[in-house]
T-cell receptor, first 110, second 117 residues
Framework: GNSVTQMEGPVTLSEEAFLTINCTYT??????LFWYVQYPGEGLQLLLK?????DKGSNKGFEATYRKETTSFHLEKGSVQVSDSAVYFC?????????FGGGTRLMVKP | GAVVSQHPSRVICKSGTSVKIECRSL??????MFWYRQFPKQSLMLMAT?????????EQGVEKDKFLINHASLTLSTLTVTSAHPEDSSFYIC?????????????FGPGTRLTVL
């Protein structure tokens, strides 16, 4: 079956540090890949997505590249802010069903 | 566009009572809606998938008689937690997917926090 594996958190960074959150997946076929962000007490917001191999999704300074050869979709940001503190979920969509990773909590300190 | 609302955002109820949570797509028609449950510091667990006008499809291990789902229109799905108990306390999140013209992306509601005393 389909699965998504993310690095466990929490990830604690200082403001302006570089962020990488690893995500790898297992799926049959050609899934679409997503990163969602969840702020405390809220639902999920779509951060970025990529629908085919070598696509790069980007939004709000975050980016991730769909790597079919390594089945990965790592999330990166060059300079994090305190306001980026949240939980980040990697997900894949195959057969119209979303499969989520376990989530990675990011804490950014001033 | 593509806004999904949930009501209520928080609910506290006594053990044994039933609670209804509404999920609405505000600016699009959702042929399919999903209900997820999220425990503290954990990922989302899909509970069921509902298609407008038909019975919901429940994931393995989810009691359909306890978690009643109704998708009566293209903009509204409801989840009723019947005879709620403290172990049902959780964060419930719905998502909605537009019709075929909108692709397969899901749009999420803000969630409903249920506390059963």
């Amino acid at each position: 079956g389909n699965s998504v594996t993310q690095m466990e958190g929490p990830v604690t960074l200082s403001e302006e540090a570089f962020l990488t959150i690893n995500c790898t997946y297992t799926a049959t076929g050609y899934p679409s890949l997503f990163w969602y962000v969840q702020y405390p007490g809220e639902g999920l917001q779509l951060l970025l997505k990529a629908t085919k191999a070598d696509d790069k999704g980007s939004n709000k300074g975050f980016e991730a590249t769909y790597r079919k050869e390594t089945t990965s979709f790592h999330l990166e940001k060059g300079s994090v802010q305190v306001s980026d503190s949240a939980v980040y979920f990697c997900a894949l969509n195959a057969g119209n069903m979303l499969t989520f990773g376990g989530g990675t909590r990011l804490m950014v300190k001033p | 566009g593509a806004v999904v609302s949930q009501h209520p955002s928080r609910v506290i109820c006594k053990s044994g009572t039933s609670v209804k949570i509404e999920c609405r797509s505000l600016d699009f028609q959702a042929t399919t809606m999903f209900w997820y449950r999220q425990f503290p510091k954990q990922s989302l667990m899909l509970m069921a998938t509902s298609n407008e006008g038909s019975k919901a499809t429940y994931e393995q291990g989810v009691e359909k008689d306890k978690f009643l789902i109704n998708h009566a229109s293209l903009t509204l799905s409801t989840l009723t937690v019947t005879s709620a108990h403290p172990e049902d306390s959780s964060f419930y999140i719905c998502s909605a997917r537009p019709g075929t013209s909108g692709g397969n992306e899901q749009f999420f509601g803000p969630g409903t926090r249920l506390t059963v005393l």
